[in-house]
């Protein structure tokens, strides 16, 4: 867990600390920031790395704020399923194993480790999609990267509809005030 947020949250601060002031100076430049759909969308057995790029999109979206008037830009890709060795080798996961657990985070665990190395996403072509957005004229503030990304993105914008939909009408039967 630790070594998560070192690498994914704390690495990033500091590689943008040390890239700033100069992008400052020049008053442009392009931050890069990597998330993934999991930044976006919870899944089971990923809570803390959920949390980690949770984090990532909500600096990056400060960060933003803050420099784009500086004319810097900032970008945060949002990839899916990439042929890595992220579910291999390099996942960590509890020794600990419950029962009550099996049929949702068991179930993901086993489905990440038996697809690790076979994703459909090709890192070689999402390096070259990072590439030509940040060499656009207008860089998108997000980019998702594969299918899986984009389909989980809008399956969690259709969700947080119905949610604050739900929310609306629960709020107007019980006369909460409502912000525009």
């Known amino acids: 867990m630790t070594s998560m947020f070192e690498i994914n949250v704390f690495g990033m601060s500091r590689m943008?600390?040390?890239a700033l002031p100069g992008m400052r100076q020049r008053h442009k430049g392009c931050i890069v920031n990597i998330s993934s759909l999991a930044g976006l969308r919870s899944a089971p057995a990923l809570g803390f790395y959920n949390a980690t790029k949770f984090t990532v999109e909500g600096l990056s979206g400060a960060l933003l704020q803050e420099v784009e008037p500086l004319g810097i830009k900032v970008m945060v890709v949002e990839p899916s399923g990439f042929r890595t060795d992220w579910a291999g080798r390099s996942a960590n996961e509890s020794r600990t194993q419950i029962a009550d657990y099996a049929k949702t985070a068991g179930e993901?665990?086993?489905?990440?480790?038996?697809?690790s190395g076979k994703q459909s996403?090709?890192?070689?072509?999402?390096?070259?999609?990072?590439?030509?957005?940040v060499e656009s004229p207008k860089p998108?503030?997000?980019?998702?990267?594969?299918?899986?990304?984009?389909?989980?993105?809008?399956?969690?914008?259709?969700?947080?509809?119905?949610?604050?939909?739900?929310?609306?009408?629960?709020?107007?039967?019980?006369?909460?005030?409502?912000?525009?």
């Open 108 to 115: 993901w665990r086993s489905e990440i480790r038996a697809d």
């Open 16 to 18: 943008i600390q040390a």
């Open 140 to 180: 998108p503030r997000h980019l998702l990267l594969g299918n899986d990304a984009y389909e989980g993105a809008m399956a969690k914008l259709e969700e947080l509809s119905k949610d604050f939909s739900a929310v609306e009408t629960i709020a107007r039967g019980a006369d909460f005030p409502q912000g525009k």
């Open 121 to 133: 996403g090709d890192p070689v072509r999402a390096v070259q999609a990072i590439i030509q957005a």
